[in-house]
């Protein structure tokens, strides 16, 4: 069956980076993009973007351009999102989501905390 | 971009009762939609996917149904675990979007 696990919660300095990892298995990773998701503190979900797996293009929402950083090491069937220079408004947590055939969300990770806190 | 409008934001229901959220696109999306279910501290799981079919293992009180720009979730009878929110998302266009959800509580 179809796994994502995700790196543990992250607690950061303003400024500082962090590199959270989604781990696939139960499937041929290169066979379905990733996407990322983004939930702040009580509020809705956000998506980010994706990164093809089979190419290693990255497509980034509006919102998501210039520190964000969509990474894979297929040989290690694992997505990694870097957020550069981060911000409070960067506390929230973060999931990877499998693309399914119908090019929808279909399995998630279990998400990733970031706290960005002096 | 395409907005998501879903309602209600909150609704509260009893054990037994049927409820219907919605979510209106801005634009056509045909029928790329889907709901996710997503409880306190967990990640979603979708419910849903081309806008009214039932991912495996969901229980058949789940339904959608709906195309183009209106689409409803419909819970025929409530049980405990169903409390919790609700989304939907758009994969029709870049950038993907989400309602911004509904919060199912107990009445």
């Known amino acids: 069956q179809v796994h994502l696990v995700q790196s543990g919660p992250e607690v950061k300095k303003p400024g500082a980076s962090v590199k959270i990892s989604c781990k696939a298995s139960?499937?041929?990773?290169?066979?379905?993009?990733m996407n990322w998701v983004r939930q702040a503190p009580g509020e809705s979900l956000e998506w980010m973007g994706w990164i093809s797996t089979s190419t290693g293009n990255p497509t980034y929402a509006r919102d998501f351009t210039g520190r964000f950083v969509f990474s894979l090491d297929t040989s290690g069937s694992t997505a990694s999102l870097q957020i550069n220079s981060l911000k409070a408004e960067d506390t929230a947590v973060y999931y990877c989501?499998?693309?399914?055939?119908?090019?929808?969300?279909?399995?998630w990770g279990q998400g990733t905390l970031v706290i960005v806190s002096s | 971009d395409i907005q998501m409008t879903q309602s209600p934001s909150s609704l509260s229901a009893s054990v037994g009762d049927r409820v219907t959220i919605t979510c209106r696109a801005s634009?056509?999306?045909?029928?790329?939609l889907g709901w996710y279910q997503q409880k306190p501290g967990k990640a979603p799981e979708r419910l849903i996917y081309a806008a009214s079919i039932l991912q495996s293992g969901v229980p058949s009180r789940f339904s959608g149904s709906g195309s183009g720009t209106e689409f409803t979730l419909t819970i025929s009878s409530l049980q405990p675990e169903d409390f919790a929110t609700y989304y939907c998302l758009q994969h029709n266009n870049y950038p993907y979007t989400f309602g911004q959800g509904t919060k199912l509580e107990i009445k």
């Open positions: 634009q056509g999306i045909r029928n790329d």
């Open positions: 989501a499998r693309e399914g055939h119908d090019s929808s969300c279909d399995f």
């Open positions: 139960g499937y041929t990773f290169t066979r379905h993009a």
